[in-house]
């Protein structure tokens, strides 16, 4: 029996968020209609990711493999999930649980960005048009980095007048600086793709602010339910258990 593959997203008090999440495991489903996939969360939204390693013991499994549904490594990914792990296992010490590692970096990623934003209208041989790659921000500075890095990539491989990486919280430039910036560059036109999967409060304040320092920007949407997230979804679970990697388990001291 495969072990189930437990999803875990940050949460948002958004519903929309929880459901494009669910619209990605959806099609992680329609690829493997066999495996046992379940949705959690960390924070905001249900069902907790405590309460689904719970679940998954109850119903008769010995094994499981957390999925983060996270862009890039940084606290949810380094404390957060380790922690409701560690106190699944002590809740359920014979249900071994192994975590793979987050979705980023990877292709696959940078393509759903990109496949959003030509969506939205972007044009990669507009030498006038400035874009933003819009992402949450982090206090871990290689989260950022990674944000960064696509920017570059997506510059040196079109027309545009320049790509400049920006984030809603937590780390700069935030998006007006990187729209002066570009305009300085000489774009006259702007777009903002989405490095963010799902929908809800940072993204909606990433489009705000570009509706107001720019004029009618072309908006891309969140990479939600990506065939090729689905994919990249898939290969963390098996690399997972591939590897036989399992958390070690935190002590009620820390």
Excluded: K
């Excluded at 189930?4 to 008090?13: D, E, I, K």
């Excluded at 309460?51 to 999925?67: F, K, Q, R």
């Excluded at 929908?199 to 939600?224: F, I, K, Q, W, Y």
């Amino acid at each position: 029996m495969n072990a189930p593959l437990v999803a875990v997203a940050h949460g948002s008090r958004d519903p929309r968020s929880a459901a494009t999440i669910r619209g990605l495991l959806d099609v992680v489903r329609s690829v493997r209609p066999e495996l046992d996939v379940r949705t959690a969360f960390l924070d905001l939204s249900a069902p907790a990711l405590g309460d689904v390693l719970d679940s998954v013991h109850s119903d008769g499994h010995s094994s499981a493999v957390v999925v983060p549904l996270l862009l890039g490594h940084a606290y949810h990914a380094s404390v957060d999930i380790p922690t409701a792990v560690a106190e699944a296992q002590e809740r359920n010490p014979l249900l071994r649980v192994r975590t793979a590692d987050v979705l980023g970096p990877d292709p696959r990623l940078r393509g759903a960005a990109w496949r959003r934003l030509l969506h939205a209208g972007a044009d990669p041989d507009d030498e006038e048009l400035g874009v933003v790659l819009a992402g949450a921000g982090s206090a871990h500075p290689p989260a950022n980095e990674l944000v960064a890095d696509v920017a570059e990539t997506w510059r040196r491989g079109t027309s545009w007048a320049g790509v400049v990486a920006a984030f809603a919280a937590a780390a700069e430039p935030d998006v007006p600086t990187a729209v002066e910036r570009l305009r300085a560059a000489g774009a006259r036109r702007f777009a903002v793709g989405s490095w963010f999967l799902a929908p809800g409060r940072l993204p909606d304040r990433v489009l705000e602010r570009a509706r107001e320092c720019t004029s009618a920007p072309l908006l891309a949407e969140t990479m939600g339910a990506d065939h090729g997230i689905a994919e990249l979804v898939l290969r963390r679970y098996e690399s997972a258990l591939g590897a036989g990697r399992e958390r070690p388990r935190l002590s009620r001291a820390g």
